[in-house]
């Protein structure tokens, strides 16, 4: 089996890639990651995750590449990580009682024979109406400022959430069922059964889990 890079530098997807026992390395390299410069949310992410993947398999040309981008999408505007305190508070405003899309485009690349599969995989996820010092007090903790959409559905941000409509890990920043069911075509197996409808709900206990639909 050859080896497989994780072509990110998110802590959240390293974690969830070894949740399911995927054995990898990490190499991030820059690529342009300006949300403004593609109009189409799904082109974006899906155009983003594949330069990712091909500025790393030019570094190891005998690998599987790994590599994501995630955002979020309510009506016409683009959320993406908030510059600051005073943005992640107007966004978490604006997104407060409505419901936004979340949008990962991942792309696994063979770097030894160029084979790539990009896809785009959407999760709905529907905000509680959020008082102004519920949104200042999140705000506080800091966990929004380094998150697209200003949330994190893994960490306090739960608390937001009303509920949501697809895949769960998706909205973390990585697609795991989708991702699983592509990397087995690039011969990349993982021990035991993880392609199952566990990989895309809720962990159990969430207070507002809903099976995905499909």
């Known amino acids: 089996m050859k080896p497989v890079v994780l072509a990110s530098s998110s802590p959240r997807r390293k ?6 026992g995927l054995k ?17 949310p799904t082109d974006l992410v899906k155009t983003i995750s594949l330069e990712k993947a091909t500025a790393a398999a030019a570094r190891h040309p005998d690998s599987i590449i790994i590599a994501a981008d995630t955002i979020g999408v309510l009506g016409n505007k683009l959320l993406g990580k908030p510059r600051g305190a005073a943005e992640a508070v107007a966004m978490l405003h604006m997104m407060s009682g409505k419901c936004h899309s979340v949008l990962t485009g991942f792309t696994v690349l063979d770097a ?9 995989v959407e999760t709905r ?13 999140y705000v ?10 200003a949330y994190a559905i893994q960490g306090i ?3 937001l959430v009303d509920r949501i409509e697809g895949d769960y890990y998706n909205v973390i920043g990585l697609p795991l069922y989708a991702l699983v069911n592509e990397l087995k075509k690039f011969g990349i197996s993982l021990a035991g059964d993880v392609s199952h ?17 499909g």
């Open 24 to 40: 990898f390395t990490v190499d991030a390299g820059e690529v342009n990651e300006d949300i403004s410069r593609k109009p189409n």
């Open 140 to 149: 506080r903790s800091g966990e929004p400022l380094d998150k697209a959409g």
């Open 15 to 20: 974690e969830l890639l070894e949740q399911i």
């Open 125 to 137: 996820v529907y905000f509680k109406k959020l008082s102004p010092e519920e949104i200042e007090n």
């Open 197 to 213: 409808a566990s990989l895309r709900n809720p962990p159990p206990g969430s207070p507002w889990r809903r099976p995905p639909e």
């Open 157 to 159: 941000g739960s608390s």
């Open 112 to 120: 030894g024979d160029g084979r790539t599969v990009s896809k785009v």
